[in-house]
């Protein structure tokens, strides 16, 4: 017996509101969820590969452009916020960048802290000229790690990129 997709519409966070399109609605209880389920039901099908460095100021000087990629999670916050030092650095490009990884001689390594995933997204967003992923990722990759380290950079992330998006309207 085949599974059924449930709907946002049938979850009710949809409404069809005929000539005038369609409407998110409850968006701040759809954003919670979104993101305690992005860690544990999308991101680990797209991660392509975990690699292990020593270096932490690797990523400082990069220009994202030169490796065809976006930063995430504690790099993202670091570079946006201040308020973070990266231990753990979240990348999200098409292919992996052979020269990044030969220049900062990561080793191959399923527990490491350098990690590759797969971009999903096909809208357009303010920070990518700036080489960051949309902020709903950042957000979600800094709360999936559970890590106090991360609590200012979130709050900040949250108020100063997300709560324009969010609407407990119905």
Known sequence: MACRS??????GFLIDMAKKGRQLL??????????????ENLKPKLVQENFMTNAHHWWKDI?????????????????????LKPERYTI???HLPG?????FKFQKDPNGNVEFVTPFWT????LAE???VPPILIYADLLATG?????EAVEIIYDNYLTRLIREDR
């Open 63 to 83: 220009k994202p452009a030169d490796f065809d990629l976006f930063w995430g999670g504690e790099i993202a916050a670091a570079k946006l916020t201040g308020h």
């Open 26 to 39: 409850k968006t701040g209880q759809l954003l919670r969820r979104w993101v305690e389920a992005y860690p």
């Open 6 to 11: 449930i709907t946002f519409k049938e979850l």
């Open 92 to 94: 999200y490009t098409d």
């Open 130 to 132: 700036n080489g960051f």
């Open 99 to 103: 020269k990044l990884i030969y220049k």
């Open 123 to 126: 809208f357009r967003w303010d």
């Open 147 to 151: 890590d106090a380290r991360a609590i």
